[in-house]
């Protein structure tokens, strides 16, 4: 498994990111021919190689060449990214991250996704950020993204009224339910559009992962300190395969007799897209004989601020509890097949290196029953002799 390993010990930002994905091995002309299918005229990508504290890597910079003053909103970037001729997944991912920010935003200002009204993030500069990490992240098509504590920074930071404390209120909002430290640098070490790419890109945050590393870039930052070199270090490799597959976990369950039963539905759907692994209802009787329902959450540690946060906020639950608990799954496998079907997509499973069970993924199989207007059992069936006959 090919794994993109992010350590912001100095934080991220945009142009960070992308010094670091050039550092890594992007090609530069080839991201430059990819950003001019947004038809965005007066920017320039300017890289150049440079050191901080001695260590060398490449430091982006996109230059306005002319001056701009608008001020777009999210309807506004999203015609511009899907009116463009980039592929489908680059416009998908780099909506992603503009929606981490636009629902940040709407969050801090208690208005509309809509009515959110990008300043900074509007501008070319940081629409070429994000549409470029998008660009590197699908040219170097990792299957996981590993990423370290996120360091925030300190001191305070200019917004378009006023002062404010590091992190600035956005990327406070982005952050919840990743792992950060703060303090590090004195200066705004991670900004919005940096946790963004982060936020939208990371499937695993703060936990040890066995990497054999591949390759190593480095992403220049444009302040100083003098302690801590300001770089965005990023890595390619493959995952380890390791005979031991546990870890810990934690289950989070509260139990509620008062809410309408079609939220569970919604909940579950926030809780998964969280990184939860597993949501699961169990009928229970409460006091008074009043039947209820015991709303299960199993996650990483890493993502139980982000559980516990969507549970108070989504269902009338006033209370939660959380057992931490040993974890042991079997090593996983995911690869395309080709089938009378086209292809599909099957998860293999492993025990100590020998494979123990091999299965179609289920939503290929609805999406082909749904076109063909087949029984999915049929579709299943069918994909399953051909993962048979694979195997004989």
Known sequence: MKVLSYECFSGISGDMNLGAMIDLGVDKELLISELNKLNLKGWELVTQKDQRHGIYGTKATVRQTRHEHAHRHLS???????????????????????????????????????????????AIDSIIDIVGAAICFIALSPDAVHVSPLELGGGFVTCDHCKLPVPAPATAEIVIGIPVTKGGVDFEATTPTGAAIIAALGTHFGSDKIIKTEKTGYGVGHKEHPDVPNLLRVSIGEAVTSSETGHDAIQIECNIDDMNPEFFDHISEKLFKAGAADVFLSNII????????????????????????????????????????????????????????????????????????????????????????????EVYNKVMAVINGNKS
């Open 76 to 122: 506004d970037i999203n015609k511009i990214v899907n009116d463009s001729t980039l592929d489908s997944k680059v416009k998908d991912l780099s909506m992603k991250i503009f929606m981490k920010i636009a629902e940040a935003e709407a969050h801090v200002h208690g208005i509309s996704v809509d009515k959110v009204h990008f300043h900074e993030v509007g």
């Open 286 to 377: 409460m006091k008074k004989g009043r039947p209820g329902i015991v709303l299960h959450v199993i996650c990483e540690n890493e993502a139980a601020g982000q559980v516990k946060n969507i549970i108070f906020s989504e269902s009338t639950s006033l209370g939660i509890r959380s057992f931490p608990f040993r974890k042991d799954t079997l090593n996983r496998k995911l690869e395309t097949i080709n089938t009378l079907f086209g292809e599909v997509r099957i998860k293999r499973s492993f025990y100590n290196g020998t494979e123990v069970s091999a299965k179609p993924e289920y939503d290929d199989c609805k999406k082909i029953a749904l076109e063909k207007d087949l029984p999915v059992k």
